[in-house]
């Protein structure tokens, strides 16, 4: 450890690739944290019976935090580093879920879940950046995809808690849960200090040294030899001598020609991927599930529990096929067959639902229709494995690898923040929508999900199976409004063409410096 980092560890780019993912499983147990309450009279109780606008500013509020935490990263990704950066963010879900665990009122619930989602704003930033660096492109869309995985097993795991616990009587029942879910935190704080600094971070802050050895010991078996180690180096330096050529990192940055694109493209990503719908269904899928006509407070776990389970098992397709299959197909198709689920649950409410009560509030919801109730849980369920199997991984893999290096942590930030400020838009309105337009609130998603469709299919490029570098020559191509244009052999270099050009790059670096 005389480096600052594990060499064993760094060997294995799957450890390296994986373990920061813990931050992404952090946002998971948040979900499930507060799904799994909604229907418990203790947690009711204790908050004073919270209205269905109340609910949603106090589940709001976690993404409120995120979106302040991913805005951050601008900085403290470029300064810290990415490493620290992480355990910077474990440190951050400690402290929020301990003032949750401890909570005897909204406002100290509120500001518990604020802190704790400052902290998964700054890992869903920082942790695909820190992936994208230090993966070799054959396999980084699968690394990154990591990411998501982690999250649903967060939402897994933290509702089987859950689950568990609602067993016991009291407050107990939702204080056992906010307290464990620090564990995790601190296993990723702790543990990040084995593993090696972001090898394009360090070259941007001339340390090459110390990257080229990072660069040996994760692709290169330690080897600075290694012709995949060389060609990688090779390419981080030739970027960042043209990037510097460019001027100083500024939040104009992302305004200038052939970045401000990216931008766009990487934000309105994270905002499709919110508008699809998914979160809602996972923040209040006992909502749902009471509107589709399922009762019982035990009966409605166990149903939810399902959801949650095959949210986890259809992401492991798409993380050992993402690099294959490409993104832009993920993409578009995940957000048709979405659409469709979505317009399924919503036709059926409509048609077998009709005016009742749930808990004493008046509600739409299918009475007395079994069949129809099973059908809405079906399509719901078909709904969660459609996004699990495409859009979820693909929506952290593709903002990560567009950007160039001198703008990747503020515009992966921005992009990242889009995401939360939708997310916190939506937290906070489903409560309502699902009171005031009931079935109409799954056509709106469902329309959303064919708008971004229509979209991803003029608008993205694949970048699959490219280095970062590589993926510069495919916006170079153009192709604004044609994205099916640009051929999946753009951009792919070999060792000779990368050593070809580094002269040249280095000699008007040295010139426009002289």
């Not at 509020?61 to 302040?68: V, W």
Request: charged share 15%.
């Amino acid at each position: 450890m005389g480096k600052g980092y594990s060499a064993r560890i760094a060997s294995n780019p799957y450890i390296v690739g994986t373990f920061a993912c813990i931050g992404g499983g952090l946002f998971g147990l948040d979900i499930s944290s507060m799904s799994a309450v909604l229907n418990n009279p203790a947690y009711a109780n204790t908050f004073n019976n919270p209205t269905a606008n109340a609910q949603g500013a106090i589940v709001a509020s976690m993404p409120a935090g995120s979106l302040i935490g991913a805005l951050s990263v601008t900085y403290l990704g470029d300064k810290l580093g990415r490493k620290n950066t992480i355990i910077l963010a474990g440190l951050f879900w400690v402290i929020g879920s301990i003032l949750q665990c401890a909570s005897v009122n909204r406002g100290m619930l509120v500001v518990g879940r604020i802190i704790a989602g400052y902290s998964v704003g700054i890992s869903s930033a920082v942790v695909p950046v820190y992936q994208s660096e230090i993966a070799a492109p054959e396999i980084r869309g699968r690394l990154v995809s990591f990411q998501q995985w982690s999250i649903t097993w967060g939402i897994l795991l933290q509702y089987f808690v859950q689950f568990g616990c609602s067993y016991i009587n009291g407050t107990a029942s939702f204080r056992i849960p906010w307290g464990l879910q620090m564990i995790p935190a601190i296993i990723l704080s702790l543990g990040m200090l084995a593993f090696p600094e972001s090898p394009r971070w360090l070259v941007d802050h001339n340390r090459e040294a110390e990257a080229l050895e990072i660069l040996a010991d994760l692709h290169g078996g330690g080897n600075q030899q290694d012709d995949l180690v060389v060609l990688e180096f090779q390419e981080i330096k030739s970027q960042v001598y043209f990037e510097r050529n460019e001027g100083a990192k500024a939040w104009s940055d992302l305004l200038k020609p052939g970045v401000s694109r990216r931008v766009v493209l990487g934000s309105t990503l994270q905002m499709w991927s919110q508008l699809t719908g998914m979160n809602v269904m996972m923040y209040y899928v006992v909502y749902v599930f009471e509107g589709a006509g399922l009762t019982g407070r035990r009966a409605n776990l166990i149903a939810d529990s399902v959801q949650y389970v095959l949210n986890v098992t259809f992401t492991v397709p798409a993380i050992i096929y993402i690099d294959k299959w490409g993104r832009r197909p993920m993409l578009i198709y995940g957000c048709l067959i979405m659409g469709f689920w979505l317009y399924l649950v919503g036709g059926l409410q409509a048609r077998f639902g009709q005016w009742g009560t749930i808990n004493g509030a008046s509600s739409w919801v299918v009475l007395n229709n079994p069949a129809a109730t099973k059908a809405i849980i079906v399509c719901s369920y078909f709904f969660v494995s459609s996004f699990a199997i495409t859009m979820g991984p693909a929506s952290w893999t593709y903002p990560a690898e567009i950007f160039p290096m001198r703008v990747r942590a503020k515009a992966v930030s921005l992009s990242t923040a889009t995401n939360w400020l939708f997310n916190f838009a939506l937290a906070w309105a489903a409560p309502p929508m699902l009171t005031h337009i009931q079935w109409k609130t799954y056509f709106v998603f469902g329309t959303f999900n064919f708008a971004a469709c229509i979209h991803f299919f003029f608008c993205f490029p694949e970048t699959a199976q490219r280095s970062l570098e590589e993926i510069e020559d495919v916006f170079a191509q153009g192709h604004e409004y044609s994205a099916w244009a640009v051929s999946r052999s753009v951009g792919k270099k070999d060792l000779a063409d990368v050593l070809a050009n580094k002269v040249d790059e280095k000699e008007s670096f040295e010139k426009v410096n002289a």
